[in-house]
Every structure is written in C-alpha cells, then in structure tokens.
C-alpha cells in the first residue's frame, strides 16, 4: 500500500532514475515521486511514461521538472544524476566530472529538502557518498550511499545458480568498495544457516578454490552489463527501492550501504560498505562482524583505494 505521505526525490532523470522512480511506484513508496534532471524534454518525458501507467500501479503522483524547488519536503533524496561508465571506464575514472555534479545539485536541493534522507547512487557512489556528507553539512547517519546493497544481490544470484537454492536462501555479503576492490565476506557467508565452506547438498558445493573466480564474476557484473547495453538500471532500481523502502518503513534493516567509518575494523575518514541498520533515521554503524584475517584485510584495503582517491580529489577531512 502506497503511504501516501512519503514524498521522494529523485536527482538524475536518465537510465538509474527513471528506473529507480519505476522501482518504487510498483512498490507504492510514496505518495509523490519528483524526478529533477536539467534536460526538460528527457525529465518530463520519463514522468508523462511513467504516469501513463498509474492504472497499473500505486496511487502516486509523479512529477518531472528541471526546477529543484519542487524536491521541497522531501522524505528521501536519491541521487543518481551525473555521468555514467563509458565501455572500459571504471567507476574512479568518473570521480572528477562527478564531485562536480553532486556538489552542485545537492547545495540546490539541500535548500528545499533540509531534513530528507539522502541516498547516493551516482558513481564512484562512495567517494560521492563521502563528498556529499561534506558538501551537506548533515549529520553522516542522514547521507550514506548504496554501496554494495546491488553486489550483494548479484554474489547471492550466482551462488543461488551454482548450489540451485533459492537468492533468500543465501546470506553472503560484499562489502568494501563499490567497485573493482569490493569484497566478499567469505567467513559468515552461509546457506539457510549452513556455512558456505562445510555446504554440501544433493552433491552441491562451493570450494574454496572458487572464491576468487566469484568475486571476480561479481566485481565485472556492470563490465559485462555495460559492454552489452551501455548502462546498467534494472538491478540498481530495484536495490535502490528495497533500501528507501528500509527508510520510509523504518525497518530498521541491516544492509551492505555505504557510510563513513569512525575506526570501525581499524578503518576511519572513508566511505564504503560494511553491514549497517537502516531505519527512518537513516542509517547507523556499520556494525563490527568477527571477520577472519583474510576479510578483515581485504577490507582494509579496499578502505585504502577509496582514500586514495579522496586525496587525490582533495576533499575535506571528515574525522578530526
Ligand atoms: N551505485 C550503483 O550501484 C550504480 C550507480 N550508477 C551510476 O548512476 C549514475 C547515473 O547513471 P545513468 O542513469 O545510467 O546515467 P544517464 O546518463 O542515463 O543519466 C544521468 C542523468 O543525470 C542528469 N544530470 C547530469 N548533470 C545534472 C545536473 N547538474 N542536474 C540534474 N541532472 C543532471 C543527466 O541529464 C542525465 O539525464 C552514473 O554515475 C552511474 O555510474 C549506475 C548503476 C549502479
Ligand atoms: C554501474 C554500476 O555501478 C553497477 O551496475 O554496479
């Protein structure tokens, strides 16, 4: 049942956004969905389609604009507007043209939208995610990013395939960067409570040997995807809903976004994905799981790539 109240805000009106916008009025999110984009034409088209639909799903009033104002009052912000992965590109290649884009879209909608939760999907989701949580002046807990919510979903897809159980079978995570130095969390994966390394049903199994061949099947999911239809936006709106869903439900979930560490796993003044519980008041933690030496560095160094590139972006300190 749609509530009615909830007011959404949508920034970026392209493949994510209007996929995102999709996502949620099936999901009857909200009352009101405003997609933002600068191009008139493009926004107000994906909102007329979208509209068009309305017979067919929750009562939901959409509205395409390229005026910021009308993200006025809005529950949830979801950033998606920017530039996206060209064939070959990888994520930190677009960080420059990004922080630009986010800096300059967020400082309008903040204006209008002081007290709504704000969502980072743009890439690299969490050097934005970083640098929209200095640009905001919110509180961290208010702005985090999607983070590896969608690698999780694709690493639960592939070992759903190979041991032939259901995806809601498989609790496994990826955490780290949004990105080629993403990890997945091998020591608490397990099957409907099984752990994955002693898993062996109707013959199926996954060896240790086979960890690396997944998390690489997993970190070039987009690569694969982009090679062959330029974006990726079906798997990213539904994840994209499914966490705004944890907001606007105050659910109180826990799921992989990304949000800063404070020394949490000996990692402090970055963003990137670590377990966390989302609520209505955004998001808390990330919370400390008993990793094993081999997750517990993966992820340090993952944290490092990302802090890499903040400096080389020169943004800000977070943590004094
Ligand atoms: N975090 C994640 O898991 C994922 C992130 N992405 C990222 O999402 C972003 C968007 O991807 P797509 O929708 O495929 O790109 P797109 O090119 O289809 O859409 C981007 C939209 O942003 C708009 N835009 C650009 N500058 C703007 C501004 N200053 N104000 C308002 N709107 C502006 C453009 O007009 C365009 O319509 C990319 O950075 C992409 O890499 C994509 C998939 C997954
Ligand atoms: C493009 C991107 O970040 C993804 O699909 O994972």
Same mark, same amino acid.
């Given at each position: 049942?749609?509530?009615?109240? !909830?007011?959404?805000?949508?920034?970026?009106?392209?493949?994510?956004?209007? %996929? /995102?916008?999709?996502?949620?009025?099936?999901?009857? *999110?909200?009352? $009101?969905?405003?997609? @933002?984009?600068?191009?008139?034409?493009?926004?107000?088209? &994906?909102?007329?389609? *979208?509209?068009?639909? !309305? !017979? @067919? !799903?929750?009562?939901?009033?959409?509205?395409? %604009?390229?005026?910021?104002?009308?993200?006025?009052?809005?529950?949830?912000?979801?950033?998606?507007?920017?530039?996206?992965?060209?064939?070959? &590109?990888?994520?930190?290649?677009?960080?420059? $043209?990004? /922080?630009?884009? %986010?800096?300059?879209?967020?400082?309008? /909608?903040? $204006?209008?939208?002081?007290?709504?939760?704000?969502?980072?999907? %743009?890439?690299?989701?969490? /050097?934005?995610?970083?640098a929209a949580i200095g640009f905001l002046e919110l509180p961290p807990g208010r702005v985090f990013g999607s983070g590896t919510v969608l690698d999780t979903a694709r690493l639960r897809y592939v070992l759903s395939q190979r041991l032939h159980v259901s995806t809601r079978s498989v609790h496994a995570l990826v955490a780290g960067e949004h990105g080629d130095s993403e990890i997945v969390l091998w020591s608490s994966a397990n099957i409907g409570g099984v752990p994955l390394r002693a898993y062996d049903v109707e013959g199926r199994s996954i060896d240790v040997s086979e960890y690396d061949e997944i998390r690489e099947t997993v970190a070039n999911s987009a690569y694969k995807v982009i090679e062959g239809k330029g974006a990726t936006n079906y798997a990213i709106g539904l994840a994209t809903a499914d966490i705004m869903s944890a907001v606007l439900r105050d659910e109180h979930r826990f799921l992989p976004v990304s949000t800063l560490f404070t020394g949490q796993y000996g990692i402090s003044d970055v963003c990137l994905s670590a377990p966390c519980v989302v609520s209505r008041a955004g998001v808390a933690g990330p919370a400390e799981l008993p990793l094993d030496e081999t997750d517990l560095t993966g992820l340090q160094a993952s944290a490092q790539t990302l802090r890499q590139q903040i400096d080389v972006l020169g943004l800000p300190s977070l943590v004094v």
């Open positions: 049942m749609a509530d009615r109240t !909830a007011k959404i805000a949508v920034c970026g009106a392209g493949s994510v956004g209007s %996929t /995102v916008a999709y996502a949620a009025l099936l999901r009857g *999110l909200a009352g $009101e969905i405003v997609l @933002f984009d600068i191009v008139t034409s493009l926004v107000r088209a &994906q909102a007329d389609d *979208l509209n068009d639909g !309305a !017979a @067919f !799903a929750h009562p939901t009033t959409i509205i395409g %604009t390229d005026d910021p104002a009308a993200c006025a009052g809005a529950d949830v912000v979801v950033m998606t507007a920017g530039a996206r992965q060209k064939p070959g &590109q990888t994520r930190l290649d677009l960080a420059e $043209e990004n /922080v630009a884009i %986010t800096r300059s879209v967020l400082a309008a /909608v903040r $204006e209008v939208a002081p007290d709504a939760i704000y969502l980072v999907i %743009t890439n690299p989701c969490d /050097v934005l995610t970083y």
